[in-house]
């Protein structure tokens, strides 16, 4: 439900103002609970703020306090274009903004107001979905992410995301504590095991142990989503988390590697916004003439694959990776840095898979337009990024505002 809020200079005929105001509303077409000047529940619902006359400016000024405790959302200022009402709602925007605060001007066709405000609405929805969200630190993020670091305080400001560090003490002995099941990762890993190498065979049990210890975290912890410090598991359990990370994706858990924080919120971020899961993968090759970039990684979730085999983890040739064949299309290539102060999301075209040797066992090809090269080999984000489905930039830009 959509409420509309009022602003009206007490110099303004009352009936002239009211009259114009039916007239407009009812020209949007919307589904509204009109509040007027009572400003008591603003928040509850997405609420506009109706500028109907000029002369409001002070009144928006001594409002302001009021409506940040009440709500963190972005002020919507909607214009009906009389009254002086489009020159008001610019000088309380740009107030706004000098105040460092989000804020945009709603004006307009009837059709545009109603398809900013659809856009609105679902990026509300997608940031209510991450407020008060737990997400676990499974070890320490793995040393060679000498960039990837990040600010607590600024995450859960921002986002209302909390950061959860659990020991990796703790989740090896919850693994410790369960036992392999042969038979439940065989049907939970299908033809996939069936087609595998007899090394990879043996290493399933141990791997889908990995998940189950993993989802217990889960639900100790209350968490939507997890990254681990996967490579420890090669020397303490001489296994992978590859498939356990897969699983977890494909069943709406956001699970990341090596202890990536920045990457883990990336992928937080585009199923907020997409509803689907994330690749997470290493930038590997790129042409900047043509745009073309190979992002590979060993684990991909098996929710946005149309088919995966089970090969050998690809650095260290043992354990469970995964070779996932992810649809051809429009992508989004998205990170955010870890302190939220800038972030990449760049739309192009997945146009084909690959299973080199010398790579990670999930290979896509990714066309992007030839000028984002630059920002890769001049100023990237750290390493990982996140592949999502569908061109969806403008999404991820509205709601970083």
């Not at 009906?80 to 000088?91: P, R, T």
């Not at 990341?256 to 689907?276: H, K, N, Q």
């Not at 030839?370 to 403008?394: K, M």
Request: overall charge negative.
């Amino acid at each position: 439900m959509i409420s509309i809020f009022t602003l009206t200079s007490p110099l303004h005929d009352k009936a002239t103002v009211d009259a114009v105001t039916r007239e407009f509303l009812d020209s949007l077409g919307l589904e509204y609970s009109f509040k007027g000047d009572d400003f008591s529940d603003y928040g509850s619902d997405l609420s506009l703020i109706y500028v109907r006359t000029g002369g409001t400016e002070g009144l928006f000024k001594e409002l302001l306090p009021t409506l940040q405790g009440l709500s963190r959302q972005t002020i919507l200022l909607l214009t009906s274009g009389k009254s002086n009402s489009l020159a008001a709602s610019m000088e309380i925007l740009s107030y706004l903004r000098r105040e460092g605060q989000r804020g945009e001007i709603l004006h307009g066709s009837p059709a545009y107001i109603r398809s900013r405000l659809e856009a609105v609405s679902r990026i509300k929805t997608a940031r209510r979905s991450l407020e008060y969200t737990t997400l676990g630190i499974v070890g320490h993020p793995s040393d060679w992410l000498i960039s990837s670091d990040f600010d607590r305080e600024t995450i859960f400001d921002r986002l209302g995301i909390n950061l959860q560090y659990i020991p990796m003490e703790e989740f090896m002995e919850e693994y410790s504590s369960l036992t392999d099941d042969l038979q439940r990762s065989r049907e939970a890993t299908g033809e996939a095991y069936m087609g595998s190498s007899t090394a990879v065979k043996q290493a399933v049990p141990g791997a889908f142990r990995l998940y189950e210890a993993f989802r217990t975290l889960v639900s100790e912890y209350g968490l939507s989503g997890l990254t681990v410090r996967c490579f420890d598991l090669l020397g303490s359990v001489h296994n992978t988390g590859c498939l356990a990370l897969a699983r977890l994706n494909s069943e709406g858990i956001v699970a990341g590697c090596e202890g990536d924080v920045p990457a883990m919120l990336s992928m937080m971020i585009g199923r907020a916004v997409t509803g689907v899961s994330g690749f997470q993968a290493n930038p590997s090759r790129i042409d900047p003439e043509s745009g073309e970039m190979v992002f590979s990684h060993c684990t991909v979730p098996l929710d946005m694959v149309s088919s995966f085999k089970l090969d050998t983890h690809f650095e260290s040739g043992i354990g469970v990776g995964i070779r996932g064949h992810i649809p051809e299309g429009p992508v989004t290539v998205f990170k955010v840095a870890g302190d939220l102060s800038r972030h990449f999301a760049c739309e192009g075209e997945l146009i084909r898979n690959e299973a080199k040797p010398d790579l990670c066992r999930t290979q896509v090809v990714v066309r992007l337009p030839a000028g984002a090269a630059s920002y890769f080999l001049t100023d990237p984000i750290g390493n990982h990024h996140i592949i999502l489905p569908g061109h969806v930039a403008a999404e991820l830009e509205e709601l970083l505002k």
